[in-house]
């Protein structure tokens, strides 16, 4: 008898890295854009758009590189998520076809990496604005304050990841059209009680204006698209391919284009009151009475960002052929990331260290992007073989190591380091100072990396 009820049980898919049946998706367009658009309602995104007014840009110019960028990014990210609905499985998982069986740890290791190292960041940006909501209401709190506040965001987040999809998909519907309220209540708000001044101008000129803009398009324009590329086959794999991709297209975009538009212009008109304070602390000296909903939404959204993380983190350690179930690989993930919180508590240079890690993630993920679309779009023509993704290395019909692959992303992230033009020096490539200082890192990477990958891998199918 619990042979048999062991063989009926159903089958969790969203623990394992195996695609997903077509009678296992369950998910919506309008599931998709819950989830993207509670990963992006997070503070980090209006302290990031605080950052163009912050370099000297006028309220017009970050808004415009706010919205221009989302829009390509965004538009981008899109295709990524119809990967995942056109196979059923996982990008990194998905990145073997380009990369081979065994190249694929290289993209896999540094995209858990970035993500263990994103859910600290995300919970490590908020821990100001706790105490000062605390503040508020008359709870006087500090450090140790800060470390039980990691303790139980943690907590919860790996609670929900460890559940799988499903937990994931219901915590942001329920939650997140609430915290789309409060965000709307905020806006008002901080809009009609502080003394924005929505005729900012810049306090830069020439070519320090075009070198001021390029910053802020990679670090929250193209950029902050470029760092969900990624993910996004994670999520839609559950999706049916019955569904319409141009649904799936449009709510995914959506829910990502939506919020951090939204929150990076509250950060910038908030920066235009004092370009030298947090944006975020500006927020709560505003509010008085609404200190407790805003105090939920900015824990909300570390949470709603980071079970994403987490999720994708051990997705990427199964694919390392890591023989761990994907909950305690959750765990151990959400331990680094409290360690690692912890630590960043008693570090200070928050707008450095936000820039020198957006940065970064370009430098990878841009030119890896391109390698992804020209292999599904223009030599698998979204015909992957999916059998092949999952045989044991060196058995299956899949190639170990595709150095055409490997080749092209490493050229391509050398040239995303020579175009970047970052806050650090260390990020401050010769292309980009012979453009005048002028950041082209994503475009230069992708180019480069897509352009060689196009050449190398049709001479390799031809050999």
């Not at 981008?76 to 990967?83: A, Q």
């Not at 809009?191 to 900012?200: A, K, N, S």
């Not at 936000?354 to 992007?369: H, K, Y």
Request: with cysteine; hydrophobic share 55%.
């Amino acid at each position: 008898m619990a042979v048999l009820e062991e063989s009926v049980r159903p089958v969790d898919h969203s623990q394992s890295l195996e695609p997903v049946p077509e009678h296992a998706r369950d998910s919506t367009p309008a599931h998709q854009f819950w989830i993207w658009a509670g990963a992006n309602i997070a503070p980090i995104n209006w302290v990031l758009g605080a950052l163009g007014i912050v370099l000297g840009l006028g309220l017009v110019d970050t808004i415009v590189v706010l919205v221009v960028g989302n829009l390509i990014g965004m538009g981008v990210f899109g295709l990524f998520v119809l990967m995942g609905q056109r196979t059923g499985v996982t990008q990194m998982v998905l990145a073997r076809a380009a990369f081979g069986r065994r190249g694929a740890y290289l993209p896999a290791a540094v995209q858990g990496v970035i993500s263990a190292g994103w859910c600290a960041i995300n919970t490590w940006i908020v821990l100001d604005l706790v105490l000062a909501l605390l503040d508020s209401v008359g709870w006087v709190g500090g450090t140790g304050t800060k470390v039980v506040t990691v303790l139980l965001i943690m907590g919860v987040q790996v609670a929900i990841a460890a559940s799988g999809f499903a937990a994931i998909a219901g915590f942001e519907r329920w939650t997140v059209p609430l915290t789309l309220v409060v965000l709307a209540a905020m806006s008002v708000v901080a809009w009609t009680r502080l003394d924005i001044d929505w005729g900012h101008t810049s306090s830069l000129a020439g070519a320090d204006r075009w070198s001021a803009m390029s910053t802020v398009m990679t670090a929250i324009g193209v950029g902050w698209g470029i760092t969900w590329f990624a993910y996004a086959s994670d999520y839609s794999r559950f999706v049916p391919r019955a569904t319409s991709p141009r649904k799936l297209y449009a709510a995914s975009v959506l829910g990502q284009f939506l919020p951090v538009v939204w929150l990076g212009v509250l950060g910038a008109t908030l920066a235009t009151v004092n370009a030298h304070a947090d944006p975020g602390r500006l927020i709560v000296d505003s509010f008085g009475p609404l200190a407790i909903p805003v105090l939920l939404l900015v824990l909300h959204g570390p949470i709603a960002t980071n079970i994403l993380n987490l999720y994708s983190c051990s997705l990427c350690a199964q694919t390392l052929d890591i023989k761990v179930s994907r909950r305690v690989l959750s765990c151990v993930v959400g331990a680094f990331a409290t360690v690692f919180t912890l630590f960043l508590v008693f570090q200070a240079g928050l707008a450095r260290t936000l820039d020198t890690w957006l940065a970064g993630m370009v430098t990878w993920v841009a030119p890896w992007a391109a390698v992804m679309l020209v292999h599904f779009y223009v030599f698998a023509r979204r015909g992957i073989d999916v059998a092949a993704l999952y045989a044991a290395p060196r058995r299956g019909r899949l190639a170990d190591v595709r150095w055409s692959a490997i080749v092209a992303l490493v050229c391509g992230m050398a040239a995303t380091w020579c175009f970047e033009y970052g806050v650090p020096t260390a990020l401050r490539g010769p292309g980009a100072r012979a453009l005048g200082n002028f950041d082209l890192s994503w475009l230069a990477g992708a180019l480069v990396a897509g352009g060689l990958y196009l050449l190398l891998g049709r001479r390799e199918r031809a050999a």
